[in-house]
């Protein structure tokens, strides 16, 4: 399918007030959140690291998820922001399994749209896990992109352009509500101990304080 054609007007707004839920209510135990957006069109060429507007803008966007009580996939973080990539035969593999045990994909296409997130929106439709997309004003979409309504719930945030921390915010609370009122809930593979192998991260504060072991009394031995 050939042409771009830009997503028809959706009221994120409307969305918001229709789930009528404060962030997170309904999401007790913390969602799988992969947050994806391009990766390669985001590196400096001079040093081979994510320019640093776009690390504090994704950055921002995790931090909201991660405070409101959820665990994060980002490649960007897990691979120190371009400092160690993974190369192709671990990054992709790692990608879709981090997609497979999502809850939740909150995705940023880019501008121009990213090849690479359009292949995450496809894992993410075919596996029918619920998407939000941080749109750009003016942008156009594949017709790919913009009919994927048709397959699993998506959510459409147009931003104003300005990615300040008033805009992120509100672009994670609306989300974070929006998938409360479909009913999401952590799945199978919320487990913390997963984690480390599904590359997810969480505050430490919201991992599971280790078993306490109560020390074993030295055995007296009475002389005979």
Do not use: K
């Given at each position: ?98 997609m497979q045990c999502a809850d939740l994909v909150l995705a940023y296409p880019g501008t121009p749209p990213s090849t690479g997130v359009a292949l995450e929106l496809g894992w993410a439709s075919a596996l029918r896990k619920p998407v939000a997309l ?91």
């Open positions: 399918m050939s042409g771009t054609t830009p997503l028809p007007p959706t009221s994120a707004a409307a969305a918001h007030t229709a789930a009528g839920r404060r962030i997170g209510d309904g999401l007790t135990g913390g969602l799988r959140v992969f947050l994806a957006a391009p990766f390669v069109q985001f590196i400096d060429p001079a040093d081979g690291v994510v320019r640093p507007q776009w690390r504090q803008r994704l950055s921002a966007l995790r931090e909201a998820l991660l405070d409101a009580g959820h665990a994060v996939f980002n490649a960007h973080h897990n691979e120190g922001w371009g400092e160690w990539g993974l190369p192709p035969q671990e990054c992709v593999p790692s990608d879709f399994r981090a941080l749109l750009d004003p003016g942008t156009t979409y594949s017709p790919m992109i913009s009919a994927l309504g048709e397959i699993s719930p998506v959510l459409q945030l147009p931003s104003d352009g300005s990615w300040s921390a008033q805009c992120l915010d509100r672009a994670v609370r609306t989300a974070l509500d929006w998938a409360a009122g479909l009913g999401v809930r952590p799945g199978p593979w919320s487990a913390p101990e997963l984690d480390p192998a599904l590359a997810y991260h969480r505050h430490a504060t919201d991992r599971p304080d280790p078993p306490v072991v109560e020390p074993v009394a030295a055995e007296t031995v009475v002389p005979a």
